[in-house]
């Protein structure tokens, strides 16, 4: 009657605890620019061909409407930005590169927007099925100039029934 209150541990023969081999996390997806025209790292359009590495993860509707939707925020702002970048180009040696700024300015606020998008998708929809998207600064495979990129990332899922 005395041991009935007793606890004991289990000894746990294979080492290292299984949580690491639960927490693998698969390498993310990267969706290049696919457009012709890029200005500072960021084409003109994405590619809205579905990776066959997310097939079961998401619908192939669900993938083309995020893409078609940051499409359309680069359609609307690379004409403002080339008519900009035309004129700084002309106007540069006689302002000594500040006639630059202003396409500066509507890069980052095109990036800033779709980075909006890519929030409100992620919130949306694509937490709720263990992905993340984000928009990524990347080497060029061909150059050493930067590009930017759509990196389609996994989630770790945490081992809810598990005790602490």
């Known amino acids: 009657?005395?041991?009935?209150?007793?606890?004991?541990?289990?000894?746990?023969?294979?080492?290292?605890?299984?949580?690491?081999?639960?927490?693998?996390?698969?390498?993310?997806?990267?969706?290049?620019g696919a457009g012709n025209v890029t200005i500072f790292g960021l084409s003109n359009r994405f590619d809205t061909?579905?990776?066959?590495?997310?097939?079961?993860?998401?619908?192939?509707e669900e993938y083309k409407a995020t893409v078609v939707r940051l499409n359309s925020v680069l359609k609307k702002a690379l004409p403002v930005n080339v008519k900009w970048l035309f004129c700084g180009c002309i106007c540069c040696c006689c302002t000594l590169g500040c006639s630059l700024w202003p396409v500066v300015c509507l890069s980052k606020r095109t990036r800033h927007a779709i980075e909006k998008v890519l929030d409100w998708e992620n919130t949306r929809l694509y937490h709720k099925l263990g992905l993340h998207w984000r928009l990524?600064?990347?080497?060029?495979?061909?150059s050493s100039m930067m590009e930017y990129v759509l990196l389609v990332e996994f989630l770790p899922k945490i081992p809810i029934f598990r005790p602490d």
């Open 49 to 60: 061909e579905f990776p066959t590495s997310l097939s079961a993860k998401v619908a192939p």
């Open 1 to 32: 009657m005395a041991d009935f209150d007793t606890i004991y541990e289990e000894d746990d023969e294979e080492g290292p605890p299984s949580d690491s081999r639960e927490l693998v996390v698969p390498d993310p997806i990267l969706v290049r």
């Open 136 to 142: 990524s600064k990347q080497r060029c495979d061909s």
